[in-house]
């Protein structure tokens, strides 16, 4: 993965919430384009979470992005 393909996500209009999928099955939610931090042709990124924490990713382990589901991914019971 590139920093060029994140870039295409982060910049998006309107933006849209996106996951990185990494190779070890974790999934890091990126909620908002503040949230996210890199330089360009660089090899790493930094994701904020809301909890105050953040995630370092190197871009080799990167495997996929895409969009998070509308709402909160929980699926609504039906009556």
Same mark, same amino acid.
């Given at each position: ?26 999934? +890091?939610?990126?909620? !908002?384009?503040?949230? *996210?931090? @890199?330089? %360009?042709? /660089? ?13 370092? +990713?190197?871009?080799? !382990?990167?495997?996929? *992005?895409? @969009?998070? %589901?509308? /709402? ?8």
């Amino acid at each position: 993965m590139q920093t060029k393909d994140i870039d295409s996500f982060v910049k998006l209009e309107p933006f849209k919430p996106f996951r990185l999928n990494l190779d070890d099955g974790r999934v +890091i939610a990126v909620k !908002h384009r503040e949230a *996210i931090a @890199y330089f %360009p042709g /660089g090899r790493t990124v930094v994701v904020m979470q809301p909890d105050g924490f953040t995630d370092h +990713i190197e871009l080799l !382990h990167v495997v996929s *992005i895409d @969009y998070r %589901p509308a /709402g909160n991914g929980k699926r609504k019971k039906s009556a």
